[in-house]
Nanobody, 115 residues
Framework: QVQLVESGGGLVQAGGSLRLSCAAS????????MGWYRQAPGKQRELVVR???????NYADSVKGRFTVSTDATENTVSLQMNSLKPDDTAVYYC?????????WGQGIQVTVSS
């Protein structure tokens, strides 16, 4: 069983920055993709960014140029640096890891951006 544990959320003013981290219970190289999704109240969960094991990234248009994903194989973590935050970025953010036939989720962490 894989565990994904998020950290780093919180409350920030518009224009500010936050950094989310997700620690995996096993090597990130075990997964074809890792990434971040978010779900705002009353909305469906949506992709924020994913990164392949080969380092190819896929960002949602709404976060391009503001958010940056990175991985650390020595710590088995995937991180999300979020800059120029907007109130529309307010959501529960979920870490995700996917390998063929298996999809894993973290418990979610709240990010709130005040105007």
């Amino acid at each position: 069983q894989v565990q994904l544990v998020e950290s780093g959320g919180g409350l920030v003013q518009a224009g500010g920055s936050l950094r989310l981290s997700c620690a995996a219970s096993r090597s990130i190289f075990d997964f074809a993709y890792m990434g971040w999704y978010r779900q705002a109240p009353g909305k469906q969960r949506e992709l924020v960014v994913r990164i392949s094991s080969g380092g190819i990234t896929n960002y949602a248009d709404s976060v391009k140029g503001r958010f940056t994903v990175s991985t650390d194989a020595t710590e088995n973590t995937v991180s999300l640096q979020m800059n120029s935050l907007k109130p529309d970025d307010t959501a529960v953010y979920y870490c995700n890891a996917w390998s063929y036939g298996n999809n894993y989720w973290g418990q979610g962490i709240q990010v709130t951006v005040s105007s």
